[in-house]
C-alpha cells in the first residue's frame, strides 16, 4: 500500500520561499517518477513538477526558473523548493508517486502579505 506524507507548508508573504518534503512508503522508490501536484480553493488539481526515477525533471510553465522538485532515494523522499512565491501560488501541494493512484493529505501553502 502506498503511503504518502506531505509537510513543510505554510504561511507566506509574496516573495518569500517554503521547502516542502514528501515522504513515500510502500513502494520501491527508487524505480518510481514522481510528481508535485497542487490544488487551489475552486480549482482543478493540476501537476506543478516531476522527477523522473533518474533525475531528469519538468515544470510546469508558471513555476519554471522558481520551484526546483528533487529527490533523495536513500531517504525516499521527495521535495519542492519554491522560492519567489506568488499569491496565485496558494494551494494544497500533494505528492504523487506516478504510477499509483494514491494521494497523501497535501500540505497547504498560502501566500499573503
Known amino acids: 500500500q502506498v503511503r504518502l506524507v506531505e509537510s513543510g507548508g505554510g504561511l507566506v508573504q509574496p516573495g518569500g520561499s517554503l521547502r516542502l518534503s514528501c515522504a513515500a512508503s510502500?513502494?520501491?522508490?527508487?524505480?518510481?517518477?514522481m510528481g508535485w501536484y497542487r490544488q487551489a480553493p475552486g480549482k482543478q488539481r493540476e501537476l506543478v513538477a516531476t522527477?523522473?526515477?533518474?533525475?531528469?525533471?519538468n515544470y510546469q510553465d508558471s513555476v519554471k526558473g522558481r520551484f526546483t522538485i528533487s529527490r533523495d532515494n536513500a531517504k525516499n523522499t521527495i521535495y519542492l523548493e519554491m522560492n519567489s512565491l506568488k499569491v496565485e501560488d496558494t494551494a494544497v501541494y500533494y505528492c504523487r508517486a506516478l504510477a499509483f493512484a494514491s494521494w497523501g493529505q497535501g500540505t497547504q501553502v498560502t501566500v499573503s502579505s
Open positions: 510502500g513502494i520501491i522508490f527508487s524505480i518510481n517518477g
Open positions: 522527477i523522473a526515477s533518474g533525475g531528469s525533471t
